[in-house]
């Protein structure tokens, strides 16, 4: 078999991490922001400065669906549900700190469980 392609197997295991992390993400007390999309019908203004909104439930659905291509790209999801809410929210409002303290933690939980 070609050594570049990731078997099924392999696959299945690198994204176990994504597993454990997210969980720990939607169960941390300052995830309440990020449990779900941001709404559209109450803050439309978010939509034209946030070009690439995510939350964890969306996550959640594309890791469900076998849409992440390794963890590398959960990662990258993960990194912009912070990257978003630190570049609409002041660091020293409510959900900015949310946004500081949900970034520290998946930093964290990310270089223990890839070490
Ligand atoms: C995520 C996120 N980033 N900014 C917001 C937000 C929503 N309304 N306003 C005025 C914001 N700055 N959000 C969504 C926060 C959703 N939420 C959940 C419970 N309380 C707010």
């Not at 990731?6 to 309440?32: F, N, P, Q, Y």
């Not at 809410?85 to 970034?103: R, T, V, W």
Request: hydrophobic residues 30%.
């Amino acid at each position: 078999p070609s050594t570049n392609h990731i078997t099924s197997r392999k696959r299945k295991e690198d994204l176990e991490v994504c597993h454990v992390i997210l969980g720990e993400l939607e169960a941390h007390r300052d995830s309440w922001p990020f449990l779900e999309p941001v709404d559209r019908a109450k803050l439309p203004e978010y939509f034209r400065v946030v070009k690439k909104p995510m939350d964890f439930q969306t996550i959640r659905c594309k890791l469900r669906d076998g849409r992440y291509s390794c963890r590398e790209a959960f990662a990258s999801d993960s990194r912009l549900v912070f990257s978003n809410c630190l570049f609409y929210n002041e660091d020293q409002s409510k959900i900015g700190m949310a946004g500081h303290s949900m970034k520290n933690f998946f930093e964290k939980r990310w270089s223990e469980l890839n070490r």
